[in-house]
């Protein structure tokens, strides 16, 4: 059963609009959120978090808005560079020392020019 | 920066081959995972160990094995390679010293079986 879920496998948006990615998830027991961004032959990095006693946390272009009642996440990308084409990964965990992240699927985000 | 190192980037290996693939972190982090990243699937974590010694199974721990002799080195073995292994392997740390996150991914291996 998958607990993290990305439904969208792709978005394209025009460059210097506003991308939205979106991401559910279903254990309750979740706490903290994290957005992956991974180019092609490369290992993953990290781009933004955000812990469940915040419904808000932004970074320069990037935002990520949390709704625990609708175990609903979202990154907001504005705007949106031909450089932020790649493929992301919203992540979960538990808090704790060994916590271990729970991955989605992924969405391909195509910025076009 | 801390550096998670993977030995190889691309690997060809023949069905029924036992296959190691390595990877070594410089930062003195307690855990380390291995994942495997899929098209339509995403990242699914195969074993994980919490220190030297240890290990836990993941979500799709068949097929395979770890070994952790040692903090900066955790080792994923193919016991008799498949082609349904075929994929993109993906190695992280992490330090305990944080709650959550803090994870640091290697640029990972692509291995085909043939």
């Known amino acids: 059963d998958q607990q993290v879920k990305q439904n969208s496998p792709s978005l394209s948006v025009q460059e210097g609009r506003i991308s939205i990615l979106n991401c559910d998830y279903t254990n309750s027991m979740f706490d903290y959120f994290l957005w992956y961004k991974k180019y092609p032959a490369e290992g993953p990095t990290f781009l933004i978090s955000i812990s469940s006693i915040k419904d808000k946390n932004e970074d320069g272009r990037f935002t990520v808005f949390l709704n625990k009642s609708a175990k609903h996440l979202s990154l907001h990308i504005v705007p949106s560079q031909p450089g932020d084409s790649a493929v992301y990964f919203c992540?979960?965990?538990?808090?704790?020392?060994?916590?271990?992240?729970?991955f989605g699927k992924g969405i391909t985000l195509s910025v076009r020019p | 920066d801390v550096k998670v190192t993977q030995s190889s980037r691309y690997l060809v290996k023949r069905t029924g081959e036992k296959v190691f693939l390595e990877c070594v972190q410089d930062?003195?982090?307690?855990?380390m995972f291995w994942y495997r990243q899929d098209p339509g699937l995403g990242l699914r974590l195969i074993y994980f160990s919490y220190d030297v010694k240890m290990k836990e199974k993941g979500d799709i721990p068949e097929g395979y094995s770890v070994s952790r002799e040692k903090k900066e080195r955790f080792s994923l073995i193919l016991e008799s390679a498949s082609t349904n292994q075929t994929s993109m392997y993906l190695c992280a740390s992490r330090t305990t010293d944080r709650e959550v996150g803090g994870y640091t991914f290697g640029s990972g291996t692509r291995l085909t079986v043939v």
């Open positions: 992540a979960a965990s538990r808090t704790g020392a060994n916590s271990k992240l729970t």
């Open positions: 930062m003195d982090h307690e855990n």
